[in-house]
C-alpha cells in the first residue's frame, strides 16, 4: 500500500499485492503505476504459524519509466463481500459482491479473484442495457495456483453499467483442502478463514506530459474557469470517495465500512480521530491535494 493516497486510486493507496500461484506483473507499453516521489510503502503481511521459526525473504521489484512515455495510470478497483456466513457442510455456498465504482474513461485489463483453501468457482458479470455478460468464469479454483486473468483486449468501462461476480465456496467433507467442515466460517486473513474479494486492474487515460516532466502549477492563473475546473475536480474526488466506500450510503465512511485490508489508510481522512470520514474532512483533504 501507499501511506499517502493517490486521486482516483481505486483502493485508496493498494498497490500491489502476492498470492500463492500469482506470477510478476507486467504492463503493456504505456501503461503503468504511479509512485508518488517521496512516498512510503506499506507492507501488510498475512502470517499462518507453523510452529516452527521462519524468516521472512519478500522482495519487491519496481521498473520505472518516464512519465512521457505514459498514457495510461493502472489502478486497482475491488470487489468484495465481507458479511457472508458458510455453514458447516454447505458444499455450494454462494456468495455475491459488486464493484461500486467504475471510472470514466478507464479500460478494464484483467481480473484476479481472490478467495482462500474453501473457494470453489469464481465468475464475472458485467450488466449493459439490461442484459448481463459473462466476462471471466474460473469453474475450479485453487488457492495454491491463483491467477491474474488478463483479457485479449481491454474491455471499455464506460459501455458497462456496472460489475458483479459470484463465488462459491465448499466447506464439505468432500474438500479435502477444508480444515474443518463442521465449522461456520466468516471473513478473515487467516487461511482457515475466508474471503470473498476480485481484484480489478482498470488503465485511466492520462494527459500528455509537459516537457519538463514536472506539474505545471505556478503557471495555472485563479481565473474563474481554472477555479472551476479546481472545484469540479474536488467534488470529484469527494464523489467517488464516497461512492466506492460508503456502503450503507448515510454519508459518512465508518471504519468498519471499510475493507479490513485498506483501513489503516483511513486514518489519511479522519482528521479528528473518530473512526469516521465525513465528507467535510475528505474534501479538506482534496483540497490539500488538488492543485
Given at each position: 500500500f501507499l501511506a499517502g493516497d493517490i486521486q482516483g486510486g481505486g483502493l485508496q493507496g493498494y498497490y500491489t499485492g502476492a498470492v500463492p500461484g500469482e506470477t510478476t506483473s507486467v504492463f503493456e507499453e504505456g501503461f503503468g503505476k504511479l509512485l508518488p516521489a517521496g512516498e512510503t510503502l506499506i507492507f501488510q503481511m498475512h502470517y499462518t504459524a507453523n510452529g516452527s521459526v521462519q524468516e521472512d525473504t519478500t522482495k519487491v521489484g519496481i521498473v520505472f519509466g518516464k512519465r512521457e512515455d505514459v498514457t495510461h495510470e493502472v489502478v486497482t478497483l475491488?470487489?468484495?463481500?465481507?458479511?457472508?456466513?458458510i455453514p458447516p457442510y454447505a458444499a455450494n455456498h454462494e456468495v455475491n459482491g459488486k464493484v461500486r465504482w467504475l471510472p470514466k474513461g478507464g479500460l478494464l485489463l484483467g481480473v484476479a479473484?481472490?478467495?482462500?483453501?474453501?473457494?470453489?468457482?469464481?465468475?464475472?458479470?458485467?450488466?449493459?442495457?439490461?442484459?448481463?455478460?459473462?466476462?471471466?468464469?474460473?469453474?475450479?479454483?485453487?488457492?495454491?495456483?491463483?491467477h491474474s486473468y488478463v483479457f485479449s483486449e481491454p474491455l471499455d468501462l464506460d459501455t458497462i453499467d456496472s460489475l458483479r461476480f459470484k463465488v462459491t465456496f465448499d466447506n464439505s467433507a468432500g474438500n479435502p483442502f477444508n480444515p474443518?467442515?463442521?465449522?461456520?466460517?466468516?471473513?478473515?486473513?487467516?487461511?482457515?478463514?475466508?474471503?470473498?474479494?476480485?481484484?480489478?486492474?482498470?488503465?485511466?487515460?492520462l494527459e500528455?506530459?509537459?516537457?519538463?516532466?514536472?506539474?505545471?502549477?505556478?503557471?495555472?492563473?485563479?481565473?474563474?474557469?481554472?477555479?472551476?475546473?479546481?472545484?469540479?475536480?474536488?467534488?470529484?474526488f469527494?464523489?467517488?470517495?464516497?461512492?466506492?466506500?460508503?456502503?450503507?450510503?448515510d454519508g459518512v465512511v465508518a471504519r468498519g465500512e471499510v475493507p479490513i485490508a485498506v483501513r489503516g489508510s483511513l486514518s489519511r481522512f479522519d482528521q479528528d480521530g473518530d473512526d469516521l470520514a465525513t465528507r467535510d474532512e475528505v474534501r479538506e483533504l482534496a483540497e490539500r491535494k488538488i492543485p
Amino acid at each position: 500500500f501507499l501511506a499517502g493516497d493517490i486521486q482516483g486510486g481505486g483502493l485508496q493507496g493498494y498497490y500491489t499485492g502476492a498470492v500463492p500461484g500469482e506470477t510478476t506483473s507486467v504492463f503493456e507499453e504505456g501503461f503503468g503505476k504511479l509512485l508518488p516521489a517521496g512516498e512510503t510503502l506499506i507492507f501488510q503481511m498475512h502470517y499462518t504459524a507453523n510452529g516452527s521459526v521462519q524468516e521472512d525473504t519478500t522482495k519487491v521489484g519496481i521498473v520505472f519509466g518516464k512519465r512521457e512515455d505514459v498514457t495510461h495510470e493502472v489502478v486497482t478497483l475491488i470487489g468484495i463481500d465481507q458479511e457472508f456466513e458458510i455453514p458447516p457442510y454447505a458444499a455450494n455456498h454462494e456468495v455475491n459482491g459488486k464493484v461500486r465504482w467504475l471510472p470514466k474513461g478507464g479500460l478494464l485489463l484483467g481480473v484476479a479473484p481472490h478467495m482462500h483453501v474453501r473457494g470453489k468457482t469464481f465468475e464475472l458479470f458485467a450488466d449493459r442495457d439490461g442484459e448481463t455478460e459473462t466476462l471471466l468464469h474460473v469453474p475450479n479454483y485453487d488457492f495454491n495456483w491463483q491467477h491474474s486473468y488478463v483479457f485479449s483486449e481491454p474491455l471499455d468501462l464506460d459501455t458497462i453499467d456496472s460489475l458483479r461476480f459470484k463465488v462459491t465456496f465448499d466447506n464439505s467433507a468432500g474438500n479435502p483442502f477444508n480444515p474443518d467442515p463442521s465449522q461456520w466460517v466468516n471473513w478473515g486473513d487467516q487461511t482457515w478463514e475466508e474471503m470473498a474479494v476480485t481484484f480489478l486492474e482498470v488503465a485511466e487515460p492520462l494527459e500528455p506530459a509537459t516537457p519538463t516532466d514536472t506539474p505545471v502549477v505556478a503557471s495555472i492563473s485563479l481565473s474563474p474557469e481554472n477555479t472551476a475546473a479546481r472545484e469540479a475536480k474536488i467534488q470529484k474526488f469527494v464523489d467517488d470517495f464516497f461512492a466506492q466506500l460508503d456502503a450503507n450510503g448515510d454519508g459518512v465512511v465508518a471504519r468498519g465500512e471499510v475493507p479490513i485490508a485498506v483501513r489503516g489508510s483511513l486514518s489519511r481522512f479522519d482528521q479528528d480521530g473518530d473512526d469516521l470520514a465525513t465528507r467535510d474532512e475528505v474534501r479538506e483533504l482534496a483540497e490539500r491535494k488538488i492543485p
